[in-house]
Nanobody, 130 residues
Framework: QVQLVESGGGSVQAGGSLRLSCAAS????????MGWFRQAPGRDREGVAS???????RYADSVKGRFTLSQDVSKNTLNLQMNSLQPEDNAMYYC????????????????????????WGQGAQVTVSS
């Protein structure tokens, strides 16, 4: 099984950028469908971006054009470059993995399905001030 550890969170002003990384150990990230999710206080966890084992990348409408997901296979990490950050991006960001593309895609679209994913990191806080 895979273990996930996020890093790179922090505080920025609106319009700024941050880069999150999810370091995987115990297995190779290319064997998993992976995604970034976020949860703001009082809100459900929601999908931000995902990559399937076939290389397909999807983004939530709210981050399209601002966030970029990438894999660094040599470092076994999943990265999320976040540009033009806004206060509404304030949240704890989590990396997740699952061998099932169906479960990953469903969780990316339906908040109540996020609990079905098999592997999660501990989260990284992103704070954007206006």
């Amino acid at each position: 099984q895979v273990q996930l550890v996020e890093s790179g969170g922090g505080s920025v002003q609106a319009g700024g950028s941050l880069r999150l990384s999810c370091a995987a150990s115990g297995d190779t990230i290319t064997a998993y469908n992976m995604g970034w999710f976020r949860q703001a206080p009082g809100r459900d966890r929601e999908g931000v971006a995902s990559i399937m084992t076939d290389g397909t990348i999807r983004y939530a409408d709210s981050v399209k054009g601002r966030f970029t997901l990438s894999q660094d296979v040599s470092k076994n990490t999943l990265n999320l470059q976040m540009n033009s950050l806004q206060p509404e991006d304030n949240a704890m960001y989590y990396c997740a993995a699952d061998r099932s593309p169906f479960k990953l895609r469903l969780a990316s679209q339906i908040a109540t399905m996020t609990g079905r994913l098999d592997y999660w990191g501990q989260g990284a806080q992103v704070t954007v001030s206006s």
